[in-house]
């Protein structure tokens, strides 16, 4: 899988599979591979799906707080979303590394509105470009937005997958917990487990996830990087980045 297409380009067909017909589908600010997986979708299987991209000119709100309220109708079918730090319970962690709190070791610029979102959006999709022991841990140092909540909290729905170079996760809404779903070939399950750090589950039986398809990285080299660049949707991390050179 590696070896036809590089890791934006795996990570955004993967994304573009979650997106559904007549859904509005979502992505935040400077979301560049989940903005090109929303236009994947809609120029293959899901023509109608309704596509909305803060920070973008498929942005028909005039400020964020707007979206925020369709998000809290209930009417945001999905989201896309990363985190610098995602745990078991699914929860992540956009705001700081290291266990005191008023002098953190690293501090980050946070999630305008994600918790929230987290909580709103039917389905949320968590996607992270590198798969790791530091990526992937047992406990995020920080919750910025929370994977599960108590019974008597209002939310329209959460976490589904979290996805990766090396895997996809899914989320066992019942237990709580991520547990492998498919990993990405050349990558085995065993492989997946070691570089991550959480127990993934039983691994037996795990299968491979299917390879991009011909079309689909037609469609995403071809049409979706054209009007990226065109409609200035990310135009120039589309240039350098959708033109098919193999991932290291």
């Known amino acids: 899988m590696a070896e036809s297409c590089t890791g934006s380009e795996l990570i955004a067909v993967l994304l573009s599979r979650e ?3 007549g859904e509005l ?17 809609q120029a293959t299987h899901a ?27 209930g009417d945001l079918g999905l989201f896309f979303v990363s985190g610098v730090q995602i745990d078991r319970r699914g929860n992540y962690n956009l705001h700081m590394l ?9 501090r980050f610029p946070g999630g305008y509105g994600g918790g929230m979102i987290y909580y709103a959006a039917r389905r949320t999709v968590v996607f992270r470009t590198e798969h790791s022991r530091r990526a992937l841990v047992e406990q995020v140092d920080f919750i910025s937005a929370a ?18 170079p090396m895997a996809t996760l899914g989320f066992d809404a019942k237990a709580g917990v991520l547990g492998l779903e498919s990993a990405h070939p050349p990558h085995t399950p065993g492989e997946v487990q070691e570089r991550t750090g959480f127990h993934l589950g039983d691994l037996s039986g795990v299968p491979a996830t299917p390879a991009p398809t011909e ?21 120039e991390w ?5 033109g098919g050179e193999t991932a290291a």
Request: proline content about 9%.
């Open 19 to 21: 997106v559904r017909e």
């Open 25 to 41: 589908s979502a992505c935040g600010a400077l979301s560049m591979i989940p903005a090109a997986g929303l236009l994947l979708a």
């Open 47 to 73: 023509p109608k799906a309704e596509l909305l991209m803060l920070g973008t000119p498929l942005m028909p709100f005039a400020t964020s707080r707007q979206f925020h309220f369709l998000a809290m109708r």
């Open 98 to 106: 290291g266990e005191d709190q008023d002098k953190p070791r690293v």
């Open 147 to 164: 994977g599960r909540t108590p019974p008597e909290v209002l939310r329209h729905g959460g976490p589904t997958k979290v996805i990766t």
């Open 215 to 235: 079309a689909e990285l037609k469609a995403l080299r071809g049409p979706v990087r054209l009007r990226m660049i065109e409609e200035g949707i990310y135009a």
């Open 238 to 242: 589309a240039r350098a980045n959708l």
